[in-house]
C-alpha cells in the first residue's frame, strides 16, 4: 500500500510540471530566433526573426549598446540605437540604418490579443566584428611644378567603425625612408579618401625603385597594401 501511495504521488508530481512547462511556453514573451545569443554577425543590416506564443502578437522591437532593463523590461532610451513598431504582427525585421561594429542586444516586445497587456523578451546578445578594406591605392609624381620630387598616395577605403586609422610609409632597401599616419571618420556603405604627401630626400637618386606600404587599422581589423615605384 505505501508503494502505490508513493508510486501515485510520483505521477502526480510528474503531471504537475509538465503542467506548468505547458502553461510557461503558452505565456512567455518573444523569443528570438536568429541572431542567436551570442552570434557574430558580418552584415551591418543583420537580419532579426522571433517567435510569439499563439495568444500574443509582436509590437516593438529594440536593439541597444547596452544590455540594462528597466523594471518593464525596454531598453534604457539612451542605450536604443535602433528600433521599429510593428503593426502586422510581423515576425522579421532589419534595421533600416546600418550598424557599426560593436557589441550590441535586441528584444521583442509583444502584446496579448484579449488585454493587450505588453510584455518584452529576455535581451538577446550579438556582435558584428569590425572589418577594413582598402579599395585602391593610386601614386603618381605630384603634378605641380614647384614640387617635382613628390609623390602623391591617393588611398579609397570603407570600414564598418566610427574611426579608423589610415598609415602610408616609403622605404628604400628595407630602410623606412618616411611615415605618416591620420586619423579618419568613416561612413557605412560609402567610401573615404586618404591623401598623403611624400618628398624626395636629395640623398635618393631619380628612378630609385621604393616601396610604399599603405596600412588601414580599426580595432583588432587591419589590412595593408605593398606597392613597388621608382622614385621622381
Known amino acids: ?43 551591418s543590416h543583420p537580419g532579426f526573426t522571433w517567435t510569439v506564443p499563439p495568444n500574443e502578437a509582436s509590437e516593438t522591437i529594440y536593439v541597444a549598446k547596452a544590455p540594462q532593463t528597466t523594471p518593464e523590461g525596454l531598453f534604457f532610451d539612451e542605450n536604443v540605437v535602433d ?21 550590441y542586444w535586441w528584444i521583442v516586445g509583444t502584446r496579448k490579443r484579449n488585454s493587450f497587456e505588453s510584455r518584452y523578451s529576455a535581451p538577446s546578445a550579438f556582435r558584428i566584428p569590425a572589418s577594413v578594406r582598402i579599395v585602391s591605392v593610386w601614386i603618381r609624381r605630384y603634378s605641380y611644378v614647384y614640387f617635382p620630387d613628390s609623390l602623391d598616395i591617393n588611398v579609397t577605403w570603407s570600414a564598418n567603425t566610427p574611426q579608423l586609422t589610415v598609415a602610408a610609409a616609403v622605404s628604400r632597401a628595407g630602410r623606412r625612408l618616411w611615415s605618416a599616419r591620420e586619423s579618419e571618420t568613416a561612413l557605412i556603405g560609402s567610401t573615404g579618401t586618404s591623401l598623403f604627401d611624400w618628398t624626395k630626400p636629395r640623398r635618393i637618386r631619380q628612378g630609385s625603385r621604393l616601396r610604399v606600404t599603405v596600412m588601414l587599422r580599426a580595432g583588432t581589423a587591419t589590412e595593408t597594401v605593398v606597392r613597388t615605384v621608382r622614385a621622381p
Not at 528600433?83 to 557589441?103: H, K, N, V
Open 83 to 103: 528600433f521599429d513598431f510593428l503593426t502586422r504582427d510581423e515576425r522579421e525585421w532589419s534595421p533600416s540604418s546600418a550598424l557599426y561594429a560593436g557589441s
Open 1 to 43: 500500500m505505501g508503494r502505490a501511495i508513493t508510486r501515485l504521488r510520483a505521477i502526480t508530481c510528474l503531471v504537475g510540471v509538465a503542467a506548468l512547462m505547458t502553461a510557461g511556453v503558452a505565456h512567455a514573451p518573444g523569443a528570438s530566433v536568429s541572431p542567436p545569443p551570442g552570434a557574430v554577425v558580418s552584415s
